[in-house]
C-alpha cells in the first residue's frame, strides 16, 4: 500500500512547551504510538527562510529567502515538486507564503485564497489565508480546529497523498505573551486538545503523521538568533518508520527528504541532508 503522509506545523513552539504541555502528544510517546525527537532550526531562525528550508531541503543560503522581507517563489526542487513528480495528490492549509514559496508568487488574495488544479505541478488543494493586519493585539490568525477540519476535508475528497497544514497560533500568542503565563499554558493546552481530536482519525485513514515547529521562540518571544530556545524545538511522528535514538537532535534540513522517502518519492540531487526516518 503506498504511504500518506500529513506535515502539521505548528509555528513558533519551544522545545520546552512541546514537552510541558502537549499531553496527548506526549501520552501517544507514552504509549508507544508516536516518538519525539529535538530538531533545530537553520539560521536565520525566522519563519519565512526556515518554511522554505522545511519544503525544500536546503538552508537559507542557498535557497535565498535569508527573512520575512524576501517572499518569492524558491527556485529548488521540494516536497510538493517531488511528490507531484511521483504521481501524488498534493494539498495545503497554511498561511500564504507557502503557496508563494512554492507554487506563485505574489499571492494574489482572490485567485489564491483557494484553488483546486488537479494539473498542477506543485500544490494540487490549496487553503489559504493571509493574516493580513496582524499585529501585535490583533493575531488575525484563524481557528486551528477549523484549519484541521479543513485539511481532513481535502484528504477526504481528494485522495492527498501528501498533505501540509501550518498555523501561526502559537508563534502569535508567544511574541504577545511571552512563555511564562497563563496565557501560554492555555493557547498550549487547547492546541493539544483541538489536534487529538483529528489525530486519530487521520492514522485511520492510513496516513503518517509529523507533528512539529518550524523554529522555537525565547522567553520574551522572540526567534530569529542562535540560541537553543530559539532554534529548537520537538517533532512527533506517527508511523511505521524507523528513526534514530531518543537523544538525537534532528537537522531541520532532514525533514524534507525524510518526507520524501516515506513517500517513496525519488530525493532531488539539490538535496543533501539524509533523512532520518528509514
Ligand atoms: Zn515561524
Not at 155 to 165: A, E, P, S
Amino acid at each position: 500500500m503506498t504511504t500518506k503522509l500529513l506535515l502539521i506545523v505548528l509555528d513558533g513552539v519551544p522545545y520546552a512547551n512541546w514537552r510541558r504541555y502537549f499531553g496527548c502528544l506526549e501520552g501517544w510517546v507514552q504509549s508507544g504510538e508516536a516518538r519525539v525527537w529535538k530538531m533545530r532550526a537553520g539560521l536565520p531562525s525566522m519563519s519565512g527562510p526556515c518554511y522554505a528550508s522545511i519544503h525544500s531541503g536546503n538552508p537559507p543560503q542557498v535557497h535565498g529567502v535569508l527573512s520575512n522581507g524576501i517572499i518569492k517563489r524558491v527556485e529548488l526542487p521540494d516536497v510538493f515538486s517531488e511528490v507531484r513528480k511521483a504521481g501524488g495528490v498534493t494539498g495545503a492549509v497554511a498561511h500564504s507564503w507557502w503557496s508563494e514559496f512554492f507554487n506563485r508568487s505574489p499571492f494574489d488574495m482572490v485567485r489564491d485564497i483557494e484553488y483546486d488544479e488537479p494539473e498542477s505541478t506543485s500544490i494540487n488543494h490549496g487553503r489559504f489565508h493571509t493574516m493580513t493586519g496582524y499585529d501585535h493585539n490583533n493575531q488575525a490568525t484563524p481557528c486551528d480546529a477549523d484549519l484541521f477540519a479543513t485539511l481532513t476535508s481535502l484528504c477526504q475528497r481528494f485522495d492527498l497523498r501528501y498533505g501540509m497544514l501550518h498555523t501561526c497560533t502559537l508563534d502569535s500568542m508567544g511574541h504577545r505573551f511571552g512563555h511564562e503565563c497563563g496565557e501560554m499554558d492555555h493557547a498550549c493546552a487547547l492546541m493539544d486538545a483541538m489536534l487529538a481530536g483529528f489525530l486519530p482519525r487521520w492514522r485511520a485513514m492510513g496516513y503518517e503523521v509529523i507533528v512539529t515547529a518550524d523554529h522555537g521562540q525565547s522567553l520574551r518571544g522572540h526567534h530569529g538568533g542562535t540560541g537553543e530556545d530559539q532554534r529548537d524545538f520537538a517533532l512527533y511522528y506517527f508511523g511505521d518508520g524507523a528513526g534514530p535514538k531518543g537523544d538525537a537532535v534532528l537537522d531541520q534540513l532532514a525533514l524534507a527528504p525524510t518526507i520524501l522517502k516515506r513517500l517513496g518519492c525519488a530525493i532531488p540531487d539539490s538535496i543533501k541532508a539524509a533523512p532520518f526516518l528509514t
